[in-house]
Structure formats: structure tokens, C-alpha cells
């Protein structure tokens, strides 16, 4: 994944921000601030969702499993269970193990690293399972968080060596030599373990304990180049499973959330956030009216202090900023609320998983325009649809 932003070209998937998001990210995303934003924004919850506590991806491209997973863990919540910190890095871990398959059997033709999408969560979740965050943590070799930049290089020259196929034919042990270097750095998966006094296996874990079925979410967005109400490819890099999405209209997007969060569903989101006009310091996001660089300094200066007017978002501008790059597959989060600002405008709440350095202890507030300008994929559970959408979709 490349960021039209140099300074934030580091970014890999669903954002490899994160001692990134901690550091240099608080000088170049959060530079997008003013000390005076949060008295200038008032915000009123209408709608909050319950949800676990924000986590830290560090230094990962991990934020599609910190975000899927916190999806699902409000989805434990949501049907009367006890949620449980799933294992984050668990998932990401066996996500590699098929990306690595997939790239082996393309010749390196797709993307590697970190990256990910919100499907990849449900799908490990249906095949690997899951395992509690206290059991599987990722964190092999004395850091205290995420660290896998050298990880990734050695996964990657593994990979590219077995590419090369200097023995006219590729051995079985590629494979098993490919896992032996996640254990050493995320460490060893086991086969059953014990949980509050029963003992399970991933897949029975997943079963008996978080107890949700990943085939009950879909994926949807919104492309003008396949007919609305289909299923189509979503074209970004990391989707390296190559999964389709359904087609519905820009405006269908918030309409959707909106119906999923009165229902009491939150939401899964996966959008580009390296626009000027997204502020993770002062947890704001939206539009402006005026184009950045139309801006004059004045006008920069005070982009986030306070409600500003918005652009109206149009079908076919989210299409060229989709198709010229200005619009990336940089992040996922979770939308779990709704709240207005002083003037009654409705702003989704969305959790983030860059630790609690922002304005609003890693939570974020997000215009409806900018959800419908930056989305890349929203993640719902199928029942969260109102009737009539569900129809359109044959679902």
C-alpha cells in the first residue's frame, strides 16, 4: 500500500502505523491539530455502543485484526456474553500463513506484509478459531509492543527465495520453515489450553466461548465501475484473498450504519486517513467545504476549531479519489456510536487502535461525509440491514 502523503509511505495495509501512530504519526497526522479544538467541539452522545477497551497495535500493520476483533468482541456483548480479549496478533499470525500460501502460488504477484481486510478476521475466525489475548500475545522477544518490521523482511526474503525455485521444484518444507519463524518471533500456538478451568482448542474456543459465526457479517462498498446491489471485487492491495464486497451507493454507506447502530450493532470500517482534514491528535474528521489547497493559511490554521461546512459528497468524486489514489485502504476501525456537536450534526463515534494519545483517549469523532467520501469497506452483521436493503442484496 502506498500513501499519496511521502511522509506516510511506511503504511502497509490497513496502516502499519503504529509506534508510527505513537510517534512520528502524532507529528504528521496529529500536525493536522489546534491546542484549541476540544473546547471547540462539543459533543453529545445519542447513540453509544458498548465495547472493549482501546488497544495499541504498535509498531504493526495490524489495525484490520485490532479492529475486526474488536468488532467481534462487541458482537460477544451484544448477545449477552462475557466479552473476551481476543488475541489480535493469533489472528494476524494465521492470516500470514495463508497470505503466504497465496503469495508462493501467485509468484509474488500480490501484496505482502503486514496489511489485512475485516473479512480476513471473520474467515481465520471460521477456519483457525480463536484464542484469549492472555494466552496468545505476540510479544516473543521483550518488547512490550508490536514490533515487526525485522519480521517481515526475513517472512518476505523467505518467500522470495522459495519464489526463486532454485531446486526446479518447490520441497514441502517451505511451509514448516516459513511457521518455525512466526513461532520464534510470535510464539508457539498450542494445540489445547486451558481457560478458566476447561480446556479447548482454538477452534472450540472460538465455538463454545466467543460463540458467534462468521459467516453471519458481509462486507459492502461503494464503486460506480459495478452495478449497485452486486457483489463485486474490492481492487486494493491487501485484499490479497481476493474477496468480494457488495456494491451500494455512496449514500447507502451512512444509511447502513445508521440502521446497524439504532439496532444496537456497531460496525466495522475500513477507510483512508491521510488526509489533512483528519485530525487523530484532536479526534475530528471531516470534509471541508473549501478544498485543502484552496486554503489559505488562515483558513489551515483554523481547520479544527470547531464545526466547519462541509462538501457535499457525490458518487462520482468518490470514484476519482478512489481511482487516483487519493483514496487508500490506510486503516480499520470500529464505529460504535453517534453523537452531535453543538449545532445538531450527527457524528459517528469510532474507536481506534493507536493507544490513548488523542484528544479523546483513542476514540474519534467522524462526519457522515467523510464516511462517505473515505470508506473503503464497512463490515456489518447481516441482520443489522433494514429490510429493504437486505432484499436489494438477496441476502
Known sequence: MNFKKASLIALTGFAAIASYAQDNLVN????NASAKAKEKFVFTPVISISCTDVKNQGSSGTCWSYSGNSFLESEMIRNGRQAVDIAEIYTARCVYIEKAKNYVRMH???SWGDGGALHDVTN???TYGALPQELYTGLNYGTDKNKFGEMQDLLKGMLDGVIKNSNGQLTPNWLPAFTAVLDTYLGKVPETFN???KNYTPQTFAKEVIGLNGNDYIELSSLTTAPYYTQTFLPVPDNWSFSQVYNVTHTDLTDIIDNALKAGYTVGWATDVSEKYFSWK????????????KMSPAELGDLFNGPKKEMTITADMRQKAFDNYETQD????????????????EYYIVKNSWGLSNDYKGFLYVTKNYVQYKTTALMVHKNSLAKGMAQKLKL
Open 330 to 345: 490506510d486503516h480499520g476501525m470500529q464505529i460504535v456510536g453517534i453523537s452531535k456537536d453543538q449545532n445538531g450534526k
Open 124 to 126: 481465520i475466525y471460521n
Open 282 to 293: 484532536n479526534g475530528v474528521a471531516f470534509v471541508p467545504e473549501t478544498p485543502i489547497e
Open 28 to 31: 504528521s497526522l496529529s500536525a
Open 108 to 110: 509474488g504477484a500480490v
Open 195 to 197: 481457560y478458566k478451568g
